[in-house]
């Protein structure tokens, strides 16, 4: 006969921070730049794995974490542009890649864009 694997997982991410170095080049009103840091990451992780042969079926993995802590990277670029001389735009993309839980790999991409005052 024949046997057939299933095998689901998911991930949510329950909160995050990050350590972070910035370096850019002012260029008249724009100032870009890249950063790089550290992360660290609260997450709930599940995989559930079944076998099924002959009609019966059997749960061959059940692993998982409600709480589980993971270290990872981050990585971005922006770009500061200066509307006066105290006021800013910014522009900012962020990538995280967090450690593996299991067998799953956790990485997100955000897009963030702000305003802000210099004193």
């Known amino acids: 006969g024949s046997t ?3 095998a689901t ?7 995050y921070g990050t350590i972070r170095g910035r370096a850019g080049y002012a260029i ?5 730049y890249a950063q790089v840091g550290l992360a660290i990451g609260r997450l709930r992780y599940q995989t559930t794995g079944t076998s099924t042969s002959g009609g019966t079926t059997s749960t061959i993995l059940d692993d998982g974490n409600t709480d589980a802590w993971r270290a990872g990277v981050e990585a971005g670029v922006g770009v500061d542009v200066a509307l006066t001389s105290n006021i800013f735009l910014r522009g900012e993309n962020e990538y995280v890649a967090f450690g593996k839980m299991g067998n799953i790999m956790t990485s997100l ?9 210099r004193f």
Do not use: I
């Open 9 to 15: 997982s998911s991930v949510t991410l329950k909160g």
């Open 4 to 6: 057939a694997y299933n």
């Open 109 to 117: 991409n955000t897009v963030r864009a702000g305003l802000g005052v």
């Open 28 to 32: 008249g009103k724009f100032l870009p």
